[in-house]
Nanobody, 124 residues
Framework: QVQLVESGGGLVQAGGSLSVSCAASGSIFSINAMGWYRQPPGKQRELVARISSGGTTDYADSVKGRFTISRDNAKNTVLLQMNSLKPEDTAVYYC??????????????????WGQGTQVTVSS
């Protein structure tokens, strides 16, 4: 099986910086895209940023120029560096990764796996 464990997050004042990281572990053969989503209070979950295995990135318009996503393929980790934070960035942040598991008969298909979420709160 696979586990995605998130760390970081917390409380920060508007204009400050924070980072969240996610580490995938288990019987992993390969990881395709990795990304961060967030769910503000009372709203639907939305894409924040994602990064392909080759390093191509994609950002929500609301975070472009402020957030940076990166990954370490050797460590199966993905990092989201958040700068110039705004109160509207307050949300639970979730890591998602598209992972192929190593099975006895070879690599399995890619499935999406989610982390448990970590709270980011930006005070005004």
């Amino acid at each position: 099986q696979v586990q995605l464990v998130e760390s970081g997050g917390g409380l920060v004042q508007a204009g400050g910086s924070l980072s969240v990281s996610c580490a995938a572990s288990g019987s992993i053969f390969s990881i395709n895209a990795m990304g961060w989503y967030r769910q503000p209070p009372g709203k639907q979950r939305e894409l924040v940023a994602r990064i392909s295995s080759g390093g191509t990135t994609d950002y929500a318009d609301s975070v472009k120029g402020r957030f940076t996503i990166s990954r370490d393929n050797a460590k199966n980790t993905v990092l989201l560096q958040m700068n110039s934070l705004k109160p509207e960035d307050t949300a639970v942040y979730y890591c998602k990764s598209k992972i192929s598991l190593l099975r006895n008969d070879g690599p399995g298909p890619f499935y999406d796996y989610w982390g448990q979420g970590t709270q980011v709160t930006v005070s005004s």
